[in-house]
């Protein structure tokens, strides 16, 4: 794996290797064993290296003595150290130092950022006040465990929606050390009597800004967490043998591997996307998304990392619990004085959840003038003539090649995004990356009958590949074709076809050659639907609507024309049109239809006060995983942008829908109560019912999870599916 997965720009990626070459210099897991004899001791010589390599001064201003970088850089750097299990006070003392940084008075940035910078100086940020303070900010107050507060010379303590900054030897001050589970970093109790504090060391009104701070650099860490332990339970998972096979060929084995990086793939897109936010006010929102998923994923990667070793993992002797400590311990100081789901609730019930973003770059903006004027184009015409616009001049489907679309990258397809936004572009669905398949495998013929008609609206197409017994196999094909005189008979089954009672044509894979491996052998053909032989039966789904069908072929012939590809050689086109699908499926950023985020928290508003209670988090956690959803896809563009190597984001996100909309709907369901199934709430009804089909559709969720550990994360295939 990378050595950052916050890291997609040429400048992060060196940053995070320097970052990582120097931890490994310094032997920093071993030092972090070290601790163990030693709890809450740190390396000095770690942390003057750090400090001497500008990593506590990377997010600071210039002109007191930091580099004048942001959060994004940070991030990597605190990522890199969650994975090498960097002892020491680093984060707490870059925490506190940015929260100083972006809300302290001159005067006091001055004085103290200087010295945070160049390591002279460590701090603690204290959020988790149990005892208000009064407005002059001298009354006693207690924060109970405030991470690094042992080792900081400087104080950032929350009290109420204020910060104060206080020496830790300062007169009313007391810090008393605690037995911390993470035996890397030292944790201490806070209490103040009568400490007086200067004026412009109260930040008035900036709390809420030190706790976006924390949340965000914290979830860069648990991130590193989640990623190391990951990889350290596929390497494993890879060459630890039982019953004559390494444990990685088992189904079991691959889930919990694909789960753990459907964890950590979340906790990274909503971490990368806070951190850049643009500002601390902006941010707040993206980072209590990034600690929900950071709480949760660094501490089920390390149970999980465990229980994948085995016996192994709970020796004393193996790193896994080391890491298990770090997570439990961050993931409860993430979470103390406020929960970052109940956050989640409060921002969308008020309005506040805002939805990410991604800045076009400067270099796109010569798309602009084009697509702007097409988009006024668009709005000027009567609806009947709108289709045949957006075909003429490609903008229906800009991505796809010329002459139907624009070729365009992913700038211009950025831009488009944006002019086109209250644009009603028409969604072919699968008849769309049907016909992609033929306009990239096709011949000259093909295309020219039936690209054109497709996009004008005028076509459907179908897919015929699942058969009966097949399931997600999609190459289990026993759907026959025989050569006869200038074309094929086919004759067997498909089913679970989408919309064929609707489709004039379908894309089929037909076996030409019996006697071939299962991969070969087998022939893409286009299939007229209303072709003698062909017989459609519409299945009822649980809706009571007929979306999937039986069809039938009896000796339908089919001419060499519309065998689309090389005979023999179909599979490779029909993996191409699987991954125009999955794509397509995986490309939603939400639920596609009904019930949503606002209709959740409209029933937890209505439900009894213990109904709200009990659910409450639920619905904080299935709405982060709502608004994670297009961070993926953007983390994805972004990826494309910069020319970065593809990450696991596209392959998640079709899994993680699917489960979502079941979540939400479940949910839903749960806090309606009996109106959800008496007719008082038919819509969400409705919807749940549906919702079951989205972890079958396009391939099941269990056989996604084995082709994310067995492409993505790389464990070993089944032997006896070879």
Partial sequence: M??????????????????????ARSRSLAAARATLDAPGTHAADIWSAGAGLGWNGLALSEEFGGSGYGLAELVVVAEVAGRALMPGPFLPTVAAAVVIDRCAPDSVRAQLLPGLADGSLKAALGLNIKVSMGGDHTATAQWPAVLGAPDADILVLAAGADLVIVR?????????????????????????????????????????????????????????????????????????????????????????????????????????????????????????????????????????????????????????????????????????????LLDIVDAQRSGAARAASLRVPPEAERFRPAAAEAAATVRGLPAERQRDFLVDSGYLVAHWPKPWGRAADVLEQLVIEEEFRDVDIPDMGITGWVTLTIAQAGTDDQRQRWVEPVLRGEVMWCQLFSEPEAGSDAAAVRTAAKRVDG??????????????????????????????????????????????????????????????????????????????????????VARATLGNERISIGGGSSAPTGFTPDDLIRLLDAAPPLTTAEYVRQAGAVIAEAHTLPLLNLRRVSRAIVGADPGPEGNVTKLLLAEHTQRLTELGMALAGPAAVVGSEATLARTYLGNRAMTIAGGTSEITRNTIAERILGLPRDPLLK
């Avoid at 990378?2 to 120097?22: C, M, V």
């Avoid at 709390?207 to 350290?232: C, H, K, P, Q, Y």
């Avoid at 400590?325 to 100081?333: D, P």
């Avoid at 609707?502 to 893409?524: F, I, N, S």
């Fill in 168 to 340: 830790a030897d300062a007169a009313g001050v007391t810090v008393t050390p605690l037995d911390p589970m993470d035996t890397t970093r030292s944790v201490g109790a806070v209490s103040m009597r009568g400490a007086e504090i200067p004026a412009d060391r109260v930040l008035r009104g900036a709390g809420r800004r030190a706790r976006t701070v924390f949340r965000i650099l914290a979830s860069a860490e648990a991130v590193g967490l989640s990623w190391a332990t990951l990889d350290m339970a596929v390497e494993y998972a890879k060459v630890r043998e039982q019953f004559g096979r390494t444990i990685g060929t088992f189904q079991a084995v691959k889930h919990h591997a694909a789960n753990m990086l459907v964890e950590a793939e979340q906790a990274t897109s909503a971490t990368w996307a806070a951190a850049g936010a643009g500002d601390l006010d902006a941010a707040w929102f993206p980072a209590a998304i990034a600690a929900a998923h950071a709480i949760r994923a660094q501490v089920f990667n390390a149970q999980n990392n465990i229980q994948l070793h085995g016996g192994i993992g709970f020796t004393w002797e193996h790193d896994a619990h080391l890491y298990l400590r770090r997570a439990r311990t961050l993931a409860t100081l993430l979470g103390d004085g406020a929960d970052p």
């Fill in 2 to 23: 990378s050595r950052s997965a916050l890291a997609i720009t040429g400048e992060h990626r060196e940053l995070a290797d320097a970052t990582a070459g120097q931890l």
């Fill in 487 to 572: 074309g094929w008979r086919v004759t067997g089954q498909k089913v679970w076809t989408s919309l064929a009672q609707h489709c004039q044509w379908g894309l089929a894979t037909v076996r030409t050659d019996p006697a071939a491996p299962k991969h070969a052998g087998v022939t893409m053909m286009a299939i007229d639907m209303k072709a003698p032989g062909v017989t459609v039966n519409p299945l009822r789904g649980l809706t009571g609507d007929a979306h999937f069908n039986e069809v039938f072929f009896d000796d339908v012939f089919v001419p060499d024309a519309d065998v689309v590809g090389d005979v023999n050689k179909g599979w490779l």
